[in-house]
Nanobody, 120 residues
Framework: QVQLVESGGGLVQPGGSLRLSCAAS????????IGWYRQAPGKERELVAR???????NYVDSVKGRFTMSRDSAQNTWYLQMNSLKPEDTAVYYC??????????????WGKGTLVTVSS
């Protein structure tokens, strides 16, 4: 059993900052690709940032220069530092990971999401 739990969402004024965290726990042998996605009201879920296995971080164009994704492999935790937030960043943010369990299976897991609201 693997769980991903996000934290750090909330209400912030335009131009402000938030840091989201995602903690993975359970029967984890290895964590491969990790990512952050978001879904705004009435829109489809979109990729925000992703670190592929052994690769470099990629970001959706709308957040480049403002958001930074990082990872603490020892803690099975990753982060999304969000600066210069805009109202259009308002969404539920989800973390995602491709995880190999001790049983050998490889699956994609999702957190339940954390709401980020950017408003004055």
């Amino acid at each position: 059993q693997v769980q991903l739990v996000e934290s750090g969402g909330g209400l912030v004024q335009p131009g402000g900052s938030l840091r989201l965290s995602c903690a993975a726990s359970g029967s984890i042998f290895s964590i491969n690709a990790i990512g952050w996605y978001r879904q705004a009201p009435g829109k489809e879920r979109e990729l925000v940032a992703r670190i592929p296995s052994g690769g470099t971080t990629n970001y959706v164009d709308s957040v480049k220069g403002r958001f930074t994704m990082s990872r603490d492999s020892a803690q099975n935790t990753w982060y999304l530092q969000m600066n210069s937030l805009k109202p259009e960043d308002t969404a539920v943010y989800y973390c995602n990971a491709r995880i190999r369990s001790y049983g050998g299976s490889v699956m994609d897991y999702w957190g339940k999401g954390t709401l980020v609201t950017v408003s004055s």
